[in-house]
């Protein structure tokens, strides 16, 4: 039983499962294993069957992992759910669930819980880094020994315990915030008498230090029955509900104890059977249990009810039971608690009784306690008691209903609402009705969070209403489900504020559920009152979903907006498309009466309305009307295009982007039919030049190079033809040549690409235009010469025009293609003074000499020198030409290849009988594979030898080996042979040379390849061999012979006997080296180690006992190796001779070897081993004697090797005599010597040696020794924190403050024994720290005594030390934390030295909640060093009197011209009515929101506001906004300067009927004399004649005429044609041959000409092409001539104003 989900029983066959959550449903299962235990969390089931080990899910029915343990477990748990814990004989392992990793070794298991011990439980902490292993075993005396060993996972050390059961818990401790892992475990030492009962322990472990002291309590004795003193614990099991334990026993008894306190609460016997297998049940705190004979499963659980009257009545433990009840919560200690409490307010213990009601739970916090506090008067000096009572409830928890009602009665009335705010957000506040009604007055916002938490709908509605709020309103009601009359508040507020009205309906119209209101009767509502914008803004929220059935609501919607005088709202809600169900038409009607042509155009289907709507494109967007034709079809865009292009070329370029765009749907062929029909050539040009480079439509590329054409642009039409890959090629070349252009490069083009160059050679021959040709294969395609001249040889051309072609065309021309050509044609005579011509330039190309090579040959011009000197010829090619004039030729030729012809020069050989020049081709040419091609051919059919390769192989026996002097063609020779697999003539033949006499008999070479070839062939004949010649390798030839391959090695060593005798070899060390490799041969390839030992005592060499050493080495003879290294005097094998020895532990054999080597070496290996030795057989006056003498020995490892292997005396004597005291020390310590481990630690005088001393000291309670040692190790900082640890775990805390009270008084001491000696005060002495905080400041590390300090609480010393170390922002924070500690210079002295600007903003928030009256101070004191936008931020997110509060602070920061600054200050100008400080303020400083504030104040009361209203619209450019303002208000002025300002011609226009409507003459004129520069004059004559002002716009006029008079002179000249040039144009065909030829550059793909908007009307006329400037007209001068006509006019305009304007008035 893991858990208390499962219940697993293992029988013979079956495994039984009982589900404790299913009613106890039994689940058998046909599984045979030894053990099973279900997982604790997961149906995962595990198995253990011998040492395998299985893991199931069982849900998933599938097997997760298995595993097959070294060694039997004796012990397995579930240590979490995703972890088993596996106990052997010798360790413990953890099996991870995840994944598919295998068991874990932890840790081995300690001697006290040795193979002897029956391991009964393993626990593991809830951080996983310790581990706990119990068990039990026979006791003295016939009792039962329990043992325990703690482990450290991350120190991996381990701790024995005496005792028999233990358990990990996690509590939370009062006045601590981190919680306590602790472990709590039995202890009953086997030392301890009898009657001495045992005791529980309870201890923290795993605490990082910094944070202070770990939880330890005393250890308890626990109450055992007299009849029970031989009982045992078998398990302790840890309730984490309510932290206490349970102890139960072999006997049945079961113990509770209070974790907290350690105390045992109860104990009494359950059962008569031993309990052996128990779990915790976390969610009740209860304890499952099973006994063993009867199997019975028992539950135990805390009565909590009974618990307390328990402790009072029964344990007498008053103490206790308070204790217990406040941190359970417990009744039956009322009377206890109030008794305390009248006790502590008795003795004025006013913070001690706050404490007690807090942790009473309920029992104390009633209205009487709170009474009683209030009725406390206060102390001089110190805050109310109630204040105080209820800080320490807000500090451990949250008030209830009637402390939150008595808190904030004195909060409000001292007007510190920010401190319920605070609270509020941190859930300390129980809220209420009442308590909102208390904070109504002074915060609607607060009272309205109140309402909320406590559930009061209706109030919390009102809020809403008077905050302003109406759009929460309906969404809050629906959430609670509240139902009101909404109709009478809608009604109410649509006279009081319709802005809040319309707020309220749209929230209506967004319910939950549907609207609550009817939308047409509320729409209706807002129109009667003459709401239009108001009646706008909420049919477009409510009509937001565009749903079919409020068709009728939107096209009112649009409706009212296009009659009433907002046309530009019904547009702004068409163009967001958001409303779709309108009447389109009605609605499109509308829009053509407003002169919206583009919104009609869009809502007309009939191609007719279309029409006339489109009568008005030129006032259109054109971007607009290309679009438009994409929602036309097909036919209706074709009969609108043409409608649009038979209005004249005004829509001439916007047709042509409609075809650009669309061109795709409407055909090309059908636009082209409209531009042509129209004869709109240049149209027709512009449409296809935009589309021909990504067109691939043959139509639309050919019409364009007939456009072009057509237009003169022969560069376009060259382009097109050049890089163009969709036309028709013959369809083009068939127009240009019907088109006899002047310039045929178009037609050269096509030509080319396509490969018409015969037509095209024939075109320009016949037409005269010889020039054009040498042009095209000179320029443009010179590879395609040949083919030009073919065609001019079939034309009959003149040969001296040919030859000059070729000769201009030079190298460029193919040579292959050309003489194929010539050749056809019976000319290649003709090709020889271009082909010699080619040469004499350094040609090397293969063809060119080929061609001359025939021609030569031909002619008989000596061919065979010309076959033998030249080098460029191709043999391939002249070869085959020679072989029917002349085979000898064909021969020389073959042979100049190099062996590229090999098969050629085989074959003609072959043909002619040529095997005596073929046979010494090939001994000269040394070429295996040409050798393979003729030496290796099959036999024949009736198994005889190929005639062919008979008479080759006689012409070589016998005539071209014979005439050879090269060893290295016969070597080759004889390799060939070899590589045919001829093995009997080449031995024949290698016997004929070397051993019937030649002059390559005693030729090293031949007799290796005779001995080779023996070895491969014929192995028996090898012998024979080896013993008749003696002039060859015999290195390599051994080595072969031992190869794996031949594996030859009696004749392998034969060859090196025969070779190390003195005849053979002179060199004695070679003849060494020879028996060296001799008995090399018997060690590693016969492996006949006698043999080799008799060997090298016939030789008695000292390399070959080396050798022979070596081997009995690796064969782990160590013995025979050392005697016969001792025998080679070679000590090379020294360190491998010593490993042998030690693991063989020869260590007599070993000490005559070391002297031995010792005789030739010093090195420091054979001295420390020798050493090593004399102590291993301890022979200590030998090992004295030796490291008295002069030694290269490492002492210092030896001696640590000694010291390791626990030979502590030799170690003593070696470290004496290298003087280590360190290790000497350690000696003395092993030995217990302490004294003179003290005196050896002097004498090293090194920290480590110290500290290791005086821990042991420490260890054997040498108190005196250990501060002797302390002193002189806490003079080294680093070490400082062992020192303190070691002593705190042995509990000497006394011993360690004086030893650093000792500490204070030596020489050299340092800041870390200050800085420890005073955290020790703070945790044991803490009167002292403010004393040595003051006295040896400036030798502290304040931030360490610090902390200290703070987990101490000892504030006012860590404020001491803050400001004196200048950590200026942690002394600001503890005095905002710390309100006692708080003083306002101080403070702010500090304040404006932090190093973090965080701490200033932090403590602008603590001056507006603790002292308000200061902040303007403090912001004096901060000014520059804060961002002013985060502070006003800060102060609206604290309140409206928070801005009213710090108006003087923003005021001296506004200089900065920072937004929030300028905005909270000018919403405090409009609050107060001050329009003069307003604008000040705008105009001295305007980076805030304009347009926000415009509309703000455009609905103001005050005319002076609502015209600074129009004027920061006037400043932002929003010229009608600003107008209508001014002319709401009519100040006329105002429209006119603005209008001017505008420059827009159409704001002016508006301007002028606005005067014209309401008869302002006078207004009129001034209109007409400020923005004269923007009016049109048709607009002044039309309202002038409309409304009779003739006399008003007369002197407009006449300023007008004389302007446009000035201008059309002055353009007339600038614009006069330039003389045209009379002389006429160079020849056509050298200009083109000047300019580079066609492939002088790549063109690049353009649109086909001069782009859209430089065309004057958008059409260009046909004759661009001509233009001196590349295709533009040159208009550089004109803007430049108008500007200056302009501005020579300006000048006399107003003068002639001003004066026609005097005699009109």
């Given at each position: 039983m893991e858990s208390e989900r499962w219940i697993v029983c293992v029988e013979p066959s079956q495994l039984t499962m009982i589900d404790m959550q299913n009613n106890a449903q039994v689940t058998r299962r046909p599984m045979q294993a030894e053990a099973a235990i279900m997982n604790p969390t997961h149906n995962i089931l595990a198995l253990r069957s011998g040492t395998t080990l299985q893991i199931f899910n069982l849900d998933q029915k599938a097997k997760m992992k298995s595993f097959a343990m070294p060694e039997p477990l004796v012990f397995w748990k579930w240590t979490s759910p995703q972890n088993l814990g596996l106990v052997t004989g010798t360790a413990v392992f953890h099996w991870a669930l995840d994944g598919a990793s295998e068991p874990v070794k932890m840790f081995d298991r300690h001697t006290s819980v040795g193979p002897n011990t029956q391991i009964i439980n393993y626990k593991v902490s809830p951080d996983e880094k310790w581990c706990l292993l119990g068990g039990i075993s026979a006791g003295a005396g016939g009792g039962v020994a329990g043992n325990m060993m703690l482990y450290s996972v991350e120190k991996k050390v381990s701790q024995p315990l005496q005792g028999h059961a233990a358990s990990f818990a996690t509590i939370k401790l009062q006045d601590r915030e981190d919680p306590a892992q602790c472990l709590v475990f039995h202890e009953k030492?086997?030392?301890?008498?009898?009657?001495?009962?045992?005791?529980?322990?309870?201890?923290?472990?795993?605490?990082?230090?910094?944070?202070?002291?770990?939880?330890?309590?005393?250890?308890?004795?626990?109450?055992?029955?007299?009849?029970?003193?031989?009982?045992?614990?078998?398990?302790?099991?840890?309730?984490?509900?309510?932290?206490?334990?349970?102890?139960?026993?072999?006997?049945?008894?079961?113990?509770?104890?209070?974790?907290?306190?350690?105390?045992?609460?109860?104990?009494?016997?359950?059962?008569?059977?031993?309990?052996?297998?128990?779990?915790?049940?976390?969610?009740?705190?209860?304890?499952?249990?099973?006994?063993?004979?009867?199997?019975?499963?028992?539950?135990?659980?805390?009565?909590?009810?009974?618990?307390?009257?328990?402790?009072?009545?029964?344990?007498?433990?008053?103490?206790?039971?308070?204790?217990?009840?406040?941190?359970?919560?417990?009744?039956?200690?009322?009377?206890?608690?109030?008794?305390?409490?009248?006790?502590?307010?008795?003795?004025?213990?006013?913070?001690?009784?706050?404490?007690?009601?807090?942790?009473?739970?309920?029992?104390?916090?009633?209205?009487?306690?709170?009474?009683?506090?209030?009725?406390?008067?206060?102390?001089?000096?110190?805050?109310?008691?109630?204040?105080?009572?209820?800080?320490?409830?807000?500090?451990?928890?949250?008030?209830?209903?009637?402390?939150?009602?008595?808190?904030?009665?004195?909060?409000?009335?001292?007007?510190?609402?920010?401190?319920?705010?605070?609270?509020?957000?941190?859930?300390?506040?129980?809220?209420?009705?009442?308590?909102?009604?208390?904070?109504?007055?002074?915060?609607?916002?607060?009272?309205?969070?109140?309402?909320?938490?406590?559930?009061?709908?209706?109030?919390?509605?009102?809020?809403?209403?008077?905050?302003?709020?109406?759009?929460?309103?309906?969404?809050?009601?629906?959430?609670?489900?509240?139902?009101?009359?909404?109709?009478?508040?809608?009604?109410?507020?649509?006279?009081?504020?319709?802005?809040?009205?319309?707020?309220?309906?749209?929230?209506?119209?967004?319910?939950?559920?549907?609207?609550?209101?009817?939308?047409?009767?509320?729409?209706?509502?807002?129109?009667?009152?003459?709401?239009?914008?108001?009646?706008?803004?909420?049919?477009?929220?409510?009509?937001?979903?565009?749903?079919?059935?409020?068709?009728?609501?939107?096209?009112?919607?649009?409706?009212?907006?296009?009659?009433?005088?907002?046309?530009?709202?019904?547009?702004?809600?068409?163009?967001?498309?958001?409303?779709?169900?309108?009447?389109?038409?009605?609605?499109?009607?509308?829009?053509?009466?407003?002169?919206?042509?583009?919104?009609?155009?869009?809502?007309?289907?009939?191609?007719?309305?279309?029409?006339?709507?489109?009568?008005?494109?030129?006032?259109?967007?054109?971007?607009?009307?290309?679009?438009?034709?994409?929602?036309?079809?097909?036919?209706?865009?074709?009969?609108?295009?043409?409608?649009?292009?038979?209005?004249?070329?005004?829509?001439?370029?916007?047709?042509?982007?409609?075809?650009?765009?669309?061109?795709?749907?409407?055909?090309?062929?059908?636009?082209?039919?409209?531009?042509?029909?129209?004869?709109?050539?240049?149209?027709?040009?512009?449409?296809?030049?935009?589309?021909?480079?990504?067109?691939?439509?043959?139509?639309?590329?050919?019409?364009?190079?007939?456009?072009?054409?057509?237009?003169?642009?022969?560069?376009?039409?060259?382009?097109?033809?050049?890089?163009?890959?969709?036309?028709?090629?013959?369809?083009?070349?068939?127009?240009?040549?019907?088109?006899?252009?002047?310039?045929?490069?178009?037609?050269?083009?096509?030509?080319?690409?396509?490969?018409?160059?015969?037509?095209?050679?024939?075109?320009?021959?016949?037409?005269?235009?010889?020039?054009?040709?040498?042009?095209?294969?000179?320029?443009?395609?010179?590879?395609?010469?040949?083919?030009?001249?073919?065609?001019?040889?079939?034309?009959?051309?003149?040969?001296?025009?040919?030859?000059?072609?070729?000769?201009?065309?030079?190298?460029?021309?193919?040579?292959?293609?050309?003489?194929?050509?010539?050749?056809?044609?019976?000319?290649?005579?003709?090709?020889?003074?271009?082909?010699?011509?080619?040469?004499?330039?350094?040609?090397?190309?293969?063809?060119?000499?080929?061609?001359?090579?025939?021609?030569y040959i031909t002619l008989n011009r000596d061919p065979k020198a010309f076959l033998t000197n030249n080098m460029f010829y191709d043999p391939k090619v002249l070869g085959p030409f020679c072989e029917a004039l002349d085979p000898s030729l064909a021969f020389v030729a073959y042979k100049k290849g190099a062996g590229e012809c090999d098969d050629q020069l085989i074959a003609i050989s072959h043909t002619h009988g040529l095997y005596r020049d073929l046979a010494k081709y090939m001994v000269e040419r040394q070429d295996l594979d040409l050798w393979a091609k003729v030496l290796n051919k099959e036999d024949g059919e009736d198994g005889k030898e190929d005639p062919q390769r008979r008479l080759l192989i006689d012409q070589i026996v016998e005539w071209a080996l014979p005439e050879s002097n090269s060893a290295d063609e016969v070597s080759c020779t004889v390799k060939a042979f070899m590589a045919a697999d001829l093995p009997g003539e080449l031995i024949t033949l290698l016997e004929r040379i070397i051993l019937q006499g030649s002059d390559f008999s005693d030729n090293k070479n031949l007799q290796n390849l005779l001995i080779l070839t023996a070895i491969r062939a014929d192995a028996s004949r090898v012998s024979t061999y080896i013993d008749q010649l003696d002039n060859f390798d015999a290195k390599d030839i051994a080595l072969i012979c031992v190869s794996e391959s031949h594996m030859l090695y009696e004749e392998g060593y034969s060859i090196y006997v025969k070779f190390a005798k003195p005849e053979f070899t002179q060199d004695k060390e070679e003849q060494v080296e020879m028996q060296v490799s001799a008995i090399g041969v018997l060690v590693d390839f016969m492996k006949d180690l006698d043999r080799a030992k008799t060997y090298a005592t016939q030789v008695d060499e000292k390399p070959v006992w080396s050798k022979l050493g070596k081997a009995q080495l690796e064969e782990k003879l160590a013995a025979d190796a050392i005697e016969s290294f001792i025998n080679a005097e070679d000590p090379s094998e020294y360190v491998l001779v010593c490993s042998e020895a030690t693991e063989a532990e020869i260590w007599n054999e070993l000490i005559p070897f070391l002297e031995m080597a010792r005789k030739t070496l010093q090195e420091n290996v054979l001295d420390t081993e020798l050493i090593y030795s004399f102590a291993k057989t301890n022979k200590l006056t030998e090992l004295e004697k030796f490291i008295s003498g002069p030694n290269v020995a490492n002492i210092q490892t030896i001696g640590d090797r000694c010291f390791a292997e626990g030979l502590y005396q030799a170690a003593k004597l070696l470290f004496i005599n290298i003087n280590n005291n360190s290790k000497l020390a350690l000696c003395h310590i092993h030995l217990e010597e302490y004294r003179e481990a003290v005196a050896a630690a002097g004498k090293a005088n090194n920290v480590s040696t110290w500290k290791q001393v005086c821990f042991a000291c420490l260890r054997a309670e040498e108190f005196r020794l250990a501060a002797q040692c302390g002193l002189e190790v806490i003079k080294y900082p680093d070490h400082l924190d062992e020192i303190v640890t070691y002593y705190s775990d042995l509990g000497h805390f006394t011993h360690l403050i004086s030893l650093f009270e000792q500490g204070l008084g030596l020489e050299d001491a340092h800041i870390g024994i200050f800085t420890e000696l005073g955290i020790l005060y703070t945790k044991h002495v803490p009167e002292k720290v403010m004393e040595h905080c003051k006295v040896f400041f400036s030798k502290l590390n304040v931030s360490k005594v610090v902390r200290a300090c703070e987990r101490a609480r000892l504030f006012k010393p860590a404020v001491y030390l803050y400001m004196a170390d200048k950590q200026f922002d942690s002394a600001v924070k503890i005095m905002m934390e710390r309100a006692p500690s708080w003083d306002n210079d101080l403070f702010l002295d500090s304040a404006v030295k932090v190093r973090n600007s965080e701490v200033m903003y932090k403590a602008v928030s603590f001056y507006l909640t603790m002292h308000p009256t200061l902040f303007t101070r403090m912001m004096e004191v901060l000014e520059d060093h804060v961002d002013h936008s985060r502070v006003v931020n800060q102060l609206r997110r604290t309140g409206d009197w928070a801005l009213q509060l710090g108006q003087p602070y923003m005021k001296s920061v506004q200089k900065h011209n920072l937004s929030p600054v300028n905005e909270a200050l000018n919403e405090l100008y409009i609050e107060d009515e001050d329009y003069e400080a307003l604008r000040k303020s705008i105009d001295g400083f305007a980076n805030f929101n304009m347009m926000a504030l415009a509309s703000k104040l455009a609905t103001h009361e005050l005319l002076e506001f609502r015209r600074i209203s129009a004027y920061v619209y006037r400043c932002n450019k929003k010229w009608n906004q600003s107008i209508e303002l001014s002319k709401g208000d009519r100040m006329f002025k105002d429209c006119i300067d603005t209008a001017n300002e505008s420059a827009d011609p159409e704001t002016v226009e508006k301007l002028l009927r606005f005067f014209c409507e309401t008869s302002e003459k006078e207004c009129f004129c001034a209109a007409l004399y400020t923005c004269y520069r923007h009016i049109s004059p048709d607009v002044v004559l039309e309202l002038g004649w409309l409304n009779g002002y003739h006399n008003f716009i007369m002197p407009y006029f006449i300023q007008t005429f004389r302007r446009t008079h000035l201008r059309l002179k002055d353009l007339e000249t600038r614009t006069a044609p330039p003389e045209e040039d009379e002389n006429a144009q160079n020849n056509i065909a050298a200009t083109y041959g000047n300019l580079g030829g066609f492939g002088g550059g790549v063109l690049m793909l353009e649109n086909g000409g001069m782009p859209m908007g430089g065309i004057p009307g958008g059409i260009p006329g046909p004759m661009v092409a001509a233009s001196p400037t590349g295709g533009n007209i040159d208009m550089s001068g004109f803007g430049v001539a108008s500007m200056c006509c302009l501005s020579s006019s300006l000048s006399s305009e107003r003068q002639i104003y001003m004066r026609s304007s005097s005699r009109l008035r």
């Open positions: 030492k086997a030392e301890s008498p009898p009657q001495e009962p045992p005791k529980l322990f309870v201890m923290e472990v795993g605490r990082d230090p910094t944070k202070g002291a770990p939880f330890r309590l005393p250890p308890t004795s626990i109450p055992v029955p007299a009849d029970a003193q031989a009982d045992f614990p078998v398990s302790l099991v840890v309730d984490a509900k309510d932290d206490l334990a349970f102890l139960l026993t072999k006997m049945g008894y079961v113990y509770m104890f209070d974790i907290h306190t350690g105390k045992t609460l109860y104990r009494a016997k359950i059962t008569q059977d031993t309990v052996f297998c128990t779990c915790p049940q976390d969610s009740t705190g209860a304890v499952f249990g099973i006994t063993v004979r009867r199997g019975q499963l028992f539950r135990l659980q805390l009565n909590g009810q009974s618990l307390v009257p328990y402790i009072v009545s029964t344990l007498r433990d008053n103490d206790l039971a308070i204790k217990v009840a406040g941190r359970l919560n417990l009744p039956g200690a009322e009377n206890l608690y109030a008794a305390e409490f009248e006790r502590l307010i008795s003795s004025h213990q006013v913070i001690e009784a706050a404490k007690l009601v807090a942790r009473s739970g309920t029992i104390l916090r009633t209205p009487a306690i709170i009474a009683r506090f209030q009725q406390i008067p206060a102390e001089p000096g110190s805050p109310q008691p109630v204040f105080q009572y209820f800080s320490h409830l807000l500090e451990t928890g949250r008030l209830n209903e009637q402390e939150s009602i008595e808190l904030a009665k004195p909060v409000l009335q001292q007007g510190r609402p920010q401190l319920m705010e605070k609270w509020l957000k941190d859930d300390k506040l129980q809220c209420s009705e009442t308590l909102g009604d208390l904070v109504m007055p002074s915060d609607t916002g607060m009272a309205l969070s109140i309402y909320l938490r406590a559930e009061c709908h209706e109030k919390a509605i009102n809020c809403f209403v008077q905050r302003g709020e109406y759009d929460k309103i309906v969404p809050y009601s629906t959430s609670v489900g509240f139902k009101m009359d909404y109709s009478s508040m809608l009604s109410q507020l649509l006279f009081n504020n319709p802005q809040g009205a319309l707020d309220l309906a749209k929230g209506l119209v967004n319910a939950e559920g549907g609207p609550l209101i009817d939308i047409q009767a509320t729409a209706e509502a807002f129109l009667s009152s003459n709401r239009v914008q108001e009646t706008t803004a909420f049919l477009l929220e409510a009509l937001k979903d565009n749903k079919q059935e409020h068709a009728y609501l939107q096209t009112k919607l649009l409706e009212i907006n296009l009659i009433g005088g907002a046309p530009q709202v019904a547009d702004a809600i068409m163009q967001n498309g958001i409303l779709t169900h309108y009447d389109r038409a009605h609605i499109g009607k509308l829009c053509e009466r407003a002169g919206m042509w583009q919104r009609a155009a869009e809502h007309y289907t009939d191609i007719n309305d279309i029409k006339r709507v489109f009568k008005n494109s030129h006032q259109m967007n054109p971007e607009f009307v290309v679009a438009y034709f994409g929602k036309l079809n097909r036919d209706q865009s074709i009969m609108l295009l043409k409608d649009m292009m038979s209005r004249g070329p005004n829509n001439m370029q916007v047709c042509v982007e409609v075809a650009k765009k669309y061109h795709d749907e409407l055909g090309s062929e059908e636009l082209v039919k409209v531009f042509e029909s129209n004869k709109a050539t240049e149209g027709l040009y512009y449409y296809l030049g935009a589309i021909v480079n990504f067109s691939e439509d043959a139509f639309v590329h050919f019409k364009y190079i007939q456009s072009a054409c057509m237009l003169g642009q022969f560069k376009e039409a060259e382009r097109v033809c050049r890089d163009s890959n969709i036309y028709v090629p013959e369809e083009v070349k068939e127009y240009l040549k019907g088109a006899k252009l002047t310039d045929p490069r178009p037609l050269i083009h096509v030509c080319d690409r396509f490969d018409f160059v015969d037509e095209l050679t024939e075109y320009l021959y016949l037409n005269s235009l010889l020039q054009y040709i040498e042009v095209y294969v000179t320029k443009v395609s010179p590879t395609k010469t040949p083919m030009v001249v073919g065609k001019l040889f079939d034309l009959g051309a003149n040969e001296d025009f040919v030859k000059r072609i070729l000769m201009a065309v030079g190298s460029a021309c193919p040579v292959d293609e050309m003489v194929e050509i010539a050749e056809t044609r019976n000319r290649l005579r003709l090709l020889q003074p271009w082909l010699e011509a080619r040469v004499a330039t350094g040609s090397t190309e293969p063809g060119t000499h080929n061609a001359l090579g025939k021609i």
